[in-house]
């Protein structure tokens, strides 16, 4: 009896800190996206592409470690940033800006489920 609880205990741990790391992730994912935005919107072009790279970054390893719903938002926000990274590269800040506004939006969401999938663990 003993042992199933030292295991059950184990994996609550494990999942705790799964759920903190996706969420120390998605948290400097928001914070690059957002940046990227802003640049993008005052037609900093240069700005906006170092912020997608750094959200890029945070938004694939959240995803590795998310599951479900998470994992859907974090994947379509992989692909928004890589689109608005194409177009900045070519210089169509106005349309790279877009895709970095979706990829902000799919961050948001999937942090919210990782928010409240940790807030229900806690129960």
């Known amino acids: 009896m003993k042992k199933i609880i030292s295991i059950g205990t184990g994996l609550f741990l494990l999942s705790t800190l799964v759920f903190a790391d996706n969420h120390t992730?998605?948290?400097?994912?928001?914070e690059h996206a957002n940046a990227a935005v802003v640049n993008g919107t005052d037609g900093q072009t240069p700005l906006l592409l170092e912020q997608t790279k750094a959200a890029l970054k945070h938004t694939l390893a959240a995803s590795k470690e998310?599951?479900?719903v998470p994992k859907t938002h974090l994947d379509a926000a992989v692909k928004e940033l890589h689109e608005a990274n194409e177009l900045g590269n070519m210089g169509h800040i106005g349309s790279a800006t877009i895709h970095a506004e979706a990829a902000l939006k799919h961050i948001e969401t999937g942090?919210?489920?990782?928010?409240?999938?940790?807030?229900?663990q806690k129960h």
């Open 25 to 30: 992730h998605t948290t400097a994912a928001l």
């Open 66 to 68: 998310a599951k479900s």
């Open 111 to 120: 942090n919210r489920y990782i928010d409240y999938n940790k807030n229900s």
